[in-house]
Nanobody, 117 residues
């Protein structure tokens, strides 16, 4: 079982920055990868970025120049640095864990990010 605790959301003006973190705890031997999803009102949830335990990163094309994902394997924590934020980045951001390599199997509760114009 894995528990995820997210932090770092909030309200920021256009062009500002926010950093999200998600710490995993519980009874597990390893984590294959961690990632961040977001869901805006009225839209489907989308994968923002993911990172494997050995540091391989993936971003959706539209965000790779502004967002950076990183992982601290000792702390079992994933981070998402978001820069040059735009109103369209407003969403609930949730972290996810794939701990065995079989797909996302644990989710955080979500943290609200609101970018004002």
């Amino acid at each position: 079982q894995v528990q995820l605790v997210e932090s770092g959301g909030g309200l920021v003006q256009t062009g500002g920055s926010l950093s999200l973190s998600c710490a995993a705890s519980g009874s597990f031997d390893r984590i294959n990868k961690m990632g961040w999803y977001r869901q805006a009102p009225g839209k489907q949830r989308e994968l923002v970025a993911q990172i494997t335990s050995d540091g391989n990163e993936y971003y959706i094309d539209s965000l790779k120049d502004r967002f950076t994902i990183s992982i601290d394997n000792f702390k079992n924590t994933v981070y998402l640095q978001m820069n040059s934020l735009k109103p369209e980045d407003t969403a609930v951001y949730s972290c996810a864990v794939d701990h065995l390599g079989w797909g996302w199997d644990y989710w955080g509760q979500g943290t609200q990010v609101t970018v004002s114009s």
